[in-house]
């Protein structure tokens, strides 16, 4: 069975720092894709970036990147120039790819961000 | 084109109560997964339907049951409700077409007394 381990249950950051979120995962799948969403105080859930397994490339949305080290099987999030709005609780999710997909995304436990003005 | 809608967007039930959850997705889209969110167990897997058809079902009991129908929307249904089932309820949409992204609606919360 996969897991999603996010070990920073809570973090601050200043506004304009850069901050990193850390999420590993478990799997024997080896297709298969990452994702980041947010999830403002207004519980809107928010896909923030995605990642497939395949890709060497890390992918980049704007300010947001991840370090995606498949052997290691860790995912992290970068936000750079840390704005208030980033201000979220932030789910790092595993869903398996191709024929085995069945709409199953798996979550870790979140992490609680908090931009500082 | 129009995000996922969820309704309602609150709901409160007694114990015993059964409840019905509405969700519909963004057009173009016939995939429908359902998820409970509580502070105590986190985001969880309820089940999906794609195509009117439940692909796959995640380990809660059977008094949590969905359908879909032919326009793609989905109910959930939450029978003999417990204290326990107060949680955050979301459901998410993507095409199902090899775009894997899902897409959340604003969750209905349900609170159950």
């Known amino acids: 069975a996969q897991t999603v381990t996010q070990s920073q249950p809570e973090m601050s950051v200043q506004e304009a720092e850069t901050v990193t979120l850390s999420c590993t995962y478990d799997?024997?799948?080896?297709?298969?894709?990452l994702f980041w969403y947010k999830q403002p105080p207004s519980r809107q859930m928010i896909l923030v970036i995605r990642q497939e397994a395949y890709k060497q490339q890390n992918a980049t949305e704007n300010r947001f990147s991840v370090n995606f080290q498949k052997a290691a099987k860790s995912f992290s999030l970068k936000i750079s120039d840390s704005q208030l709005g980033d201000t979220a609780m932030y789910f790092c999710a595993f869903m398996k790819h191709g024929s085995s997909n069945t709409g199953k995304l798996i979550f870790g436990q979140g992490t609680t961000l908090q931009v500082k003005p | 084109k129009a995000g996922v809608t969820q309704t309602p967007r609150y709901l409160i039930k007694t114990r015993g109560q059964q409840v019905t959850l509405s969700c519909s997705p963004i057009?173009?889209?016939?995939?429908v997964s359902w998820y409970q969110q509580t502070p105590g167990q986190g985001l969880q897997f309820l089940f999906e339907y794609f195509s009117e058809t439940q692909r796959n079902k995640g380990n809660f009991p059977g008094r949590f049951s969905g359908r879909q129908f032919s326009n793609s929307r989905s109910e959930m249904n939450v029978s003999t409700l417990e204290l326990g089932d107060s949680a955050l309820y979301l459901c998410?949409?993507?095409?199902?077409?090899?775009?894997?992204?899902?897409?959340f609606g604003p969750g209905t919360r349900l609170l159950v007394l």
């Open positions: 998410a949409s993507r095409d199902g077409g090899g775009q894997e992204t899902q897409y």
């Open positions: 799997t024997s799948e080896n297709n298969y894709y």
């Open positions: 057009s173009g889209h016939r995939s």
